[in-house]
Nanobody, 116 residues
């Protein structure tokens, strides 16, 4: 089993930056892919970014060129650097992992609020 603790959310003005962190514990050796999702009020949870165990990244069109996902394999921490934040980025952000056996785990979520 993998346990995830995401943090780093907060209130920021339009154009500002935040860095989210996701610390993994437990059977971290089984993690194959890390990712970030977000859920805005009244909307479905949507995918934001992914990074594989080989370091390959992918981003949703809405955040490409503004967000950067990275991971420190030795420390079992994943990051999401967010720049040029917009009010539309306001959401609860969740970290997510997929294991090599096809299991999925979620963090508890961290609130990001961007004021206009």
């Amino acid at each position: 089993q993998v346990r995830l603790a995401d943090s780093g959310g907060g209130l920021v003005q339009t154009g500002g930056s935040l860095v989210l962190s996701c610390a993994a514990s437990g059977s971290t050796y089984t993690i194959k892919t890390n990712g970030w999702y977000r859920q805005a009020p009244g909307k479905q949870r949507e995918w934001v970014a992914t990074i594989t165990d080989g370091g390959v990244t992918a981003y949703a069109d809405s955040v490409r060129d503004r967000f950067t996902v990275s991971r420190n394999n030795a420390a079992n921490i994943m990051y999401l650097q967010m720049h040029s934040l917009e009010p539309e980025d306001t959401a609860v952000y969740y970290c997510h992992v997929a294991t090599n056996s096809g299991q999925y785990y979620w963090g508890q979520g961290t609130q990001v609020t961007v004021s206009s």
